[in-house]
């Protein structure tokens, strides 16, 4: 990730339409960072971007947790992409960002794990619902198809790969089956409330990739992730 002055932003956004890339930028994470950015330009991040035309359907705003009402439309209105990361923005003391508003201004969300705090998208479903709920004190801001939709085919898409994420003919066959009696699961419906309500990245059971079984044995899995880990943390 490199930062991008503000007078090159122009460049990158046409860089990006021209050759139908996505673009993702991190956005409005942290209090400070909106301060920062006042004092200098006068204006949110969101607000810089959008002078920018940085905005649009091809842009992932990352976080978009600390937003004016303003910034809310502008992003909506644009139909740019908001990813939240809730388990990172909850380890850093971040905040909640405002997840339903911008999906009700036309931001589509999708999902992602910014820290190693967690890794684990199943999680980030669900701590979207339940993060809202601790704001609130209200039940029932996400459906779990909502939830899914948001981990699955808008996540994809948002990283142009429009063909992944949905089960139809005509998409790859990218899937994953999961245990639906684990000791998480079991007795939670197997639907899609389990998926994204109950379930973990250790309900796995079977990965295909293209239709072909490209399951991982758990236990070498995690024996070469800590052998990898342990050669870049010595």
């Known amino acids: 990730m490199r930062a991008v002055p503000r007078d090159q932003m122009p460049v990158v956004a046409a860089w990006a339409e021209e050759h139908a890339a996505p673009l993702h930028v991190h956005l409005s994470e942290q209090v400070a960072e909106n301060d920062a950015c006042e004092a200098a330009y006068g204006a949110t991040p969101t607000e810089v971007l959008a002078r920018a035309g940085a905005l649009g359907p091809r842009t992932t705003a990352v976080h978009a947790t600390h937003l004016s009402t303003f910034d809310v439309i502008l992003l909506g209105g644009s139909r740019t992409r908001a990813c939240f990361c809730p388990t990172t923005e909850r380890d850093l003391g971040d905040g909640i960002g405002p997840s339903r508003r911008l999906l009700g201004a036309g931001a589509p969300l999708t999902l992602g794990s910014d820290s190693h705090a967690v890794i684990d998208l199943f999680e ?64 939670t419906g197997a639907d899609t409330g389990t998926a994204v309500f109950a379930a973990s990245g250790a309900d796995v059971v079977r990965v295909l990739r293209d239709g072909v079984d490209i399951t991982p044995d758990p236990a070498d899995l995690g024996a070469e992730l800590d052998r990898v880990i342990r050669r870049l943390l010595p």
């Open 124 to 187: 980030e479903m669900r701590a979207v619902e339940l993060d809202e709920r601790l704001a609130t004190r209200e039940r029932g801001h996400w459906s779990a198809e909502e939830l899914l939709r948001a981990a699955t085919y808008d996540g994809h898409e948002s990283l142009g790969f429009d063909e992944v994420g949905r089960i139809e003919v005509g998409a790859r066959a990218d899937l994953v089956t999961l245990d639906t009696a684990s000791v998480r699961t079991a007795g």
